[in-house]
Every structure is written in structure tokens, then in C-alpha cells.
């Protein structure tokens, strides 16, 4: 927006019913200049406390965010249309795991021992929080995605300005009051609303100094250029197009199973969802069949019917996009689903859709689609389901299903991306690293490197002699 734009007033809606929540006004220049001038002023103060204080206002702020948790998973399934189990039972508690752990991970240092690597000096490395950043999160899962994100870098002593998605900030705004409430400094947790032009104005301000986006790789790749000049940091957790590998030796049963969740989950907008099954020749026709029967047990509904296993997708827009792969391809055969289901008259749900005959060079295979749809392919060897797989600019998740230890390294060492799971597909923890290879970025949100994501090395070297007339001085200048 220019200088004397008014900013944008903008509806957040049930994805479900289409029923507005609230309305928000997007972030202008006047609001993030605000806001990073106050992440400024408090880095500081935050910076300087010690690991233990930052720690306890932490573990507060996760012991109110568990406490509220049934009123902002509510809050959560309202704003994404997912179903509540999800938030409630997936989402929530995942949250409050991973902020628990880096609020102890900030009390442990992990750096090489100090040493002596030359006469008379000694050397050691701390790590040090690298100041006010920004954080982007994206709209399939705010409050998770926030907290993936506020966490460690509020562990490692920076201040934040953090930017909701623009059609999903009402729990962003929620657990920042919370923040509050637990004690830590205002200005420590800023929030800005808004889209495309508030997260411009935001990266492009000189007093960030590190930018944490995840999101789709064409975002991804404008923030990079957005923070060049300014040689800012970047973290980029971005697109993906996860493999699902069945090999013939697979317990059939449980890979069907795991295949409908990891496939269809959140609508099938997940960054690590199941969306290329490669299956084995062999078992082809029967997985085919069983996961066929299996998805069409799928239920969509409204978020708070128990009974819904699958919302709809989170915009119009979003919808349209998703069904244009659909309508461009060519000499496919649609399995199940691919249209809108009768019985829900309002909100942009679309039925779970099974893809045959698809080309593994078509876009249905190369690009990320984000929504509900799947391709099944066959495979004849293990050579073949690994280039198969290999065989995308996306790098993020992948998984394989075999009865064959031996084979189940072999082909997790070959897969180009940054989890492979084995014999499930899904599960993260807090302990273990997310991010990608390739066009799905870099950087690791999760776990212990997180946090190192989120600080700078230094290097403190100290003389212990009091002598002027050292070795090293004597070598520099030829001396004798």
C-alpha cells in the first residue's frame, strides 16, 4: 500500500458456514513501524535476562495456553473449518509441549569446551539471540505454527513481530494476551495483521534482523529477496510434496490406513501430507481398491460435529485454486470425489479426490496442490520408487512402508528430503527437526537446532600471559 492508503478492513470468516467472525484492519506503515520500533526498544531488556527468568515466564505463558486451551481450539476450528478433535486434541497440546520445551532449552547450552588453540590464549563461543525478528506464519495452523515459532526464538532472548496469516489471526491474537498475562514484557510479542503489503513493510525494515517465514515457496522466495538488501537472516520452512511409498512386502492394512490419514488430514493442507502413493505393481490394484473404500468413510461437516473428520478448505479462493488442477488435467481418471459434496450447501468444502493415470511429469504430481486430492502411481523395483520420488524441486517429508529393515535403510538414506518416516507417515515431535531440502527451504523449526536458528555464534578470545612480546605477534611482523 503507499503512504496515504487507507489500510485494508478485512472479513475473517468461517471457512465452513461462510459467517463472519470478526473484522481486522490490516497493518500500515504507521502500525509495523510501531511495532518493530517497540521489539527494538525491549530486546534489550529480554536479552538480558537470564535463562531461567526467560524460562518461567515461559513455562506461565504454557501453563495459561493449556488452561484456555478448550476455548481457543474452538477459537482455532472456528477460524480453519478443521474439525475441533483436531485442534483440541492434536493441535493445542502439541503447542503447549513445544513451548514447555524450549522454555527448558533455554537453560542448556550446547557449544564446543573452551580451549587453548593458541599459546597464551584462551577461546570459547557463546551463543547470543540475534535480535528483533520477524515471524510469518502461515493459515493451515496458526496457533501450532506460532508457537513453533515464538518459542525458540523468545528462548534465545530476541524480541518478536510476529504476522498471522491474514484470514486466520484470531488465536495469534488470543495467546499474545496471554503473554501478557504470564508476565512477559509487553513489546516482547508484537503483532501485525494484514497480507502481502503488511509482511513487505515488515521484512523491509533495516531493525529486523532475521525473518522465520513458513509457507508456499513462491512467498518464500519473494521474502528472500526482501531481505537481501539488508543481508537479514532467513528461515524458510516452505512447500512439499510428500511420497508415500508401498513396497510389496508392506503390511497392506496398516499403510491404507496411515495412507487415508496422511493424505487427507486438514483437508490434505498440510506441507508434509501424503499426496504421490507410489505403490508396488504387485499390491497395486488391491491398495488401490481397499484405500479407495476406506477414504469414502471420510465424513465432512462442521467443525464442531464430532462425527466430522474433515473440514473444507480455508477460502473461495484457495477452493478455486485446487479445483484448476483438477479442471487442467489431462487424460486422468478420477477415482473418487473431485467436485463439491450436495449435502453441504455453504462453505468451501471439497470431497476427499483419488487420482489414476496421472503423469509424473504433469502438474498434478510436480506442484503442490494443498487440498484434498491424491495421485496414485505404480512402481516396478526399489530403484524405481526412489527416482520416482527423488523426481521433485521439493524436498520436505517423505515416507515408506516394507517389512524389510535392510531395504527400509537403504531407501531412507536414498530419499532427498528432511523426514522420512518408516511405516507411518505424520508423526513430529518437539524434540526431533522439521524443515526440507531443495525448494522447501532451510532452517529447522523443532528441536534443539531451532533455537540455534535463532542465535548468532560468538567468538571470545583471551589472552593470559600479559605479555606483549607473544609468538604471534613476533610471526606477523617478522620480527625475531
Same mark, same amino acid.
Given at each position: 500500500?503507499?503512504?496515504?492508503?487507507?489500510?485494508?478492513?478485512?472479513?475473517?470468516?468461517?471457512?465452513?458456514?461462510?459467517?463472519?467472525?470478526?473484522?481486522?484492519?490490516?497493518?500500515?506503515?504507521?502500525?509495523?513501524?510501531?511495532?518493530?520500533?517497540?521489539?527494538?526498544?525491549?530486546?534489550?531488556?529480554?536479552?538480558?535476562?537470564?535463562?531461567?527468568?526467560?524460562?518461567?515466564?515461559?513455562?506461565?505463558?504454557?501453563?495459561?495456553?493449556?488452561?484456555?486451551?478448550?476455548?481457543?481450539?474452538?477459537?482455532?476450528? $472456528?477460524?480453519?473449518?478443521?474439525?475441533?478433535?483436531?485442534? $483440541?486434541?492434536?493441535?493445542?497440546?502439541?503447542?503447549?509441549?513445544?513451548?514447555?520445551?524450549?522454555?527448558?532449552?533455554?537453560?542448556?547450552?550446547?557449544?564446543?569446551?573452551?580451549? !587453548?588453540?593458541?599459546?597464551?590464549?584462551?577461546?570459547?563461543?557463546?551463543?547470543?539471540?540475534?535480535?528483533?525478528?520477524?515471524?510469518?506464519?502461515?493459515?493451515?495452523?496458526?496457533?501450532?505454527?506460532?508457537?513453533?515459532?515464538?518459542?525458540?526464538?523468545?528462548?534465545?532472548?530476541?524480541?518478536?513481530?510476529?504476522?498471522?496469516?491474514?484470514?486466520?489471526?484470531?488465536?495469534?491474537? !488470543?495467546?499474545?494476551?496471554?503473554?501478557?498475562?504470564?508476565?512477559?514484557?509487553?513489546?516482547?510479542?508484537?503483532?501485525?495483521?494484514?497480507?502481502?503489503?503488511?509482511?513487505?513493510?515488515?521484512?523491509?525494515?533495516?531493525?529486523?534482523?532475521?525473518?522465520?517465514?513458513?509457507?508456499?515457496?513462491?512467498?518464500?522466495?519473494?521474502?528472500?529477496?526482501?531481505?537481501?538488501?539488508?543481508?537479514?537472516?532467513?528461515?524458510?520452512?516452505?512447500?512439499?510434496?510428500?511420497?508415500?511409498?508401498?513396497?510389496?512386502?508392506?503390511?497392506?492394512?496398516?499403510?491404507?490406513?496411515?495412507?487415508?490419514?496422511?493424505?487427507?488430514?486438514?483437508?490434505?493442507?498440510?506441507?508434509?501430507?501424503?499426496?504421490?502413493?507410489?505403490?508396488?505393481?504387485?499390491?497395486?490394484?488391491?491398495?488401490?481398491?481397499?484405500?479407495?473404500?476406506?477414504?469414502?468413510?471420510?465424513?465432512?461437516?462442521?467443525?464442531?460435529?464430532?462425527?466430522?473428520?474433515?473440514?473444507?478448505?480455508?477460502?473461495?479462493?484457495?477452493?478455486?485454486?485446487? !479445483?484448476?488442477?483438477?479442471?487442467?488435467?489431462?487424460?486422468?481418471?478420477?477415482?473418487?470425489?473431485?467436485?463439491?459434496?450436495?449435502?453441504?450447501?455453504?462453505?468451501?468444502?471439497?470431497?476427499?479426490?483419488?487420482?489414476?493415470?496421472?503423469?509424473?511429469?504433469?502438474?498434478?504430481?510436480?506442484?503442490?496442490?494443498?487440498?484434498?486430492?491424491?495421485?496414485?502411481?505404480?512402481?516396478?523395483?526399489?530403484?524405481?520408487?526412489?527416482?520416482?520420488?527423488?523426481?521433485?524441486?521439493?524436498?520436505?517429508?517423505?515416507?515408506?512402508?516394507?517389512?524389510?529393515?535392510?531395504?527400509?535403510?537403504?531407501?531412507?538414506?536414498?530419499?532427498?528430503?528432511?523426514?522420512?518416516?518408516?511405516?507411518?507417515?505424520?508423526?513430529?515431535?518437539?524434540?526431533?527437526?522439521?524443515?526440507?531440502?531443495?525448494?522447501?527451504?532451510?532452517?529447522?523449526?523443532?528441536?534443539?537446532?531451532?533455537?540455534?536458528?535463532?542465535?548468532?555464534?560468538?567468538?571470545?578470545?583471551?589472552?593470559?600471559?600479559?605479555?606483549?612480546?607473544?609468538?604471534?605477534?613476533?610471526?606477523?611482523?617478522?620480527?625475531?
Amino acid at each position: 500500500m503507499t503512504k496515504n492508503q487507507e489500510p485494508l478492513k478485512r472479513a475473517i470468516l468461517n471457512p465452513a458456514t461462510e459467517e463472519t467472525l470478526a473484522r481486522v484492519k490490516d497493518a500500515g506503515e504507521k502500525e509495523v513501524n510501531s511495532a518493530v520500533s517497540l521489539a527494538k526498544k525491549t530486546f534489550p531488556l529480554w536479552a538480558s535476562k537470564s535463562p531461567a527468568e526467560r524460562a518461567g515466564l515461559l513455562f506461565a505463558w504454557a501453563n495459561l495456553i493449556e488452561e484456555n486451551s478448550a476455548r481457543l481450539a474452538h477459537l482455532e476450528s $472456528q477460524n480453519t473449518g478443521k474439525p475441533l478433535k483436531l485442534s $483440541q486434541d492434536g493441535d493445542l497440546p502439541f503447542a503447549v509441549d513445544n513451548l514447555r520445551f524450549f522454555a527448558s532449552s533455554a537453560r542448556v547450552s550446547e557449544t564446543p569446551a573452551s580451549a !587453548e588453540y593458541a599459546t597464551g590464549y584462551m577461546s570459547f563461543l557463546k551463543r547470543e539471540p540475534i535480535g528483533p525478528v520477524a515471524l510469518i506464519t502461515p493459515w493451515n495452523y496458526p496457533l501450532m505454527m506460532a508457537i513453533w515459532k515464538l518459542a525458540p526464538a523468545l528462548a534465545a532472548g530476541n524480541s518478536c513481530v510476529i504476522k498471522p496469516a491474514e484470514l486466520t489471526p484470531l488465536t495469534t491474537l !488470543e495467546i499474545a494476551k496471554l503473554a501478557l498475562q504470564a508476565g512477559i514484557p509487553e513489546g516482547v510479542i508484537n503483532v501485525v495483521l494484514g497480507g502481502e503489503e503488511t509482511g513487505k513493510l515488515l521484512t523491509s525494515r533495516p531493525e529486523i534482523k532475521m525473518i522465520s517465514f513458513t509457507g508456499d515457496t513462491s512467498t518464500g522466495r519473494k521474502i528472500m529477496s526482501q531481505a537481501a538488501p539488508t543481508v537479514k537472516r532467513a528461515h524458510l520452512e516452505l512447500g512439499g510434496k510428500a511420497p508415500f511409498i508401498v513396497f510389496e512386502d508392506a503390511d497392506l492394512s496398516a499403510a491404507i490406513q496411515g495412507a487415508v490419514v496422511a493424505s487427507f488430514v486438514n483437508a490434505g493442507q498440510d506441507c508434509t501430507a501424503a499426496t504421490r502413493l507410489y505403490v508396488h505393481k504387485k499390491v497395486f490394484d488391491r491398495f488401490t481398491a481397499d484405500f479407495v473404500r476406506e477414504t469414502k468413510k471420510i465424513k465432512l461437516g462442521l467443525f464442531d460435529d464430532p462425527q466430522t473428520d474433515m473440514g473444507p478448505l480455508i477460502s473461495e479462493e484457495h477452493r478455486d485454486r485446487v !479445483e484448476g488442477f483438477l479442471e487442467r488435467a489431462k487424460n486422468i481418471k478420477i477415482l473418487l470425489g473431485g467436485n463439491r459434496p450436495s449435502h453441504l450447501k455453504r462453505g468451501f468444502f471439497l470431497s476427499p479426490t483419488i487420482i489414476l493415470n496421472a503423469e509424473q511429469k504433469s502438474e498434478l504430481v510436480q506442484k503442490e496442490i494443498f487440498g484434498p486430492v491424491v495421485c496414485l502411481l505404480p512402481f516396478k523395483d526399489e530403484a524405481e520408487a526412489i527416482q520416482l520420488s527423488n523426481d521433485i524441486e521439493y524436498g520436505l517429508a517423505a515416507s515408506l512402508w516394507t517389512a524389510n529393515t535392510q531395504r527400509a535403510l537403504r531407501v531412507s538414506s536414498a530419499l532427498r528430503f528432511g523426514t522420512v518416516w518408516i511405516n507411518d507417515h505424520l508423526p513430529l515431535t518437539s524434540e526431533t527437526p522439521h524443515g526440507g531440502f531443495n525448494q522447501s527451504g532451510f532452517g529447522k523449526d523443532l528441536s534443539r537446532m531451532a533455537l540455534e536458528e535463532y542465535t548468532v555464534i560468538k567468538h571470545i578470545m583471551a589472552d593470559m600471559t600479559g605479555d606483549i612480546r607473544k609468538p604471534w605477534h613476533y610471526t606477523v611482523f617478522g620480527k625475531k
